[in-house]
């Protein structure tokens, strides 16, 4: 992705560990927003909130043609978030939890 430096992989985590404490700070969901906003490039941020958009219409049990039609997002995307949402490191279906939680809660 990135080729004009390189960083070691301790180098690399942690900087990823830095991005993740900064986002832990904000206490709104407008906080929030306004972060991303500034991270985030429009294309960026359009890609992650279509991936969100795919778990929540995978979660809803659609299939894959009905969500690309819904969504627009790849096929191929699809599949990728689907089998993160199974199989990834959990933070899809935590947040997704957390949020239904707190919507019936």
Not at 83 to 105: E, F, K, P, T, W
Request: hydrophobic share 40%; with cysteine; proline share 2%.
């Amino acid at each position: 992705m990135k080729s004009h430096r390189q960083l070691s992989a301790r180098q690399e985590a942690l900087a990823e560990r830095n991005l993740v404490a900064a986002i832990i700070t904000l206490r709104s969901v407008e906080e929030c927003r306004a972060f991303l906003r500034d991270l985030c490039t429009p294309a960026e941020l359009q890609a992650m909130a279509d991936r969100w958009a795919v778990v929540e219409c995978l979660r809803r049990g659609l299939p894959y043609r009905e969500i690309h039609r819904q969504t627009g997002v790849s096929v191929t995307t699809i599949g990728r978030v689907a089998r993160y949402l199974a199989q990834g490191n959990g933070g899809y279906a935590l947040a997704a939890q957390r949020i239904d939680g707190s919507q019936h809660g």
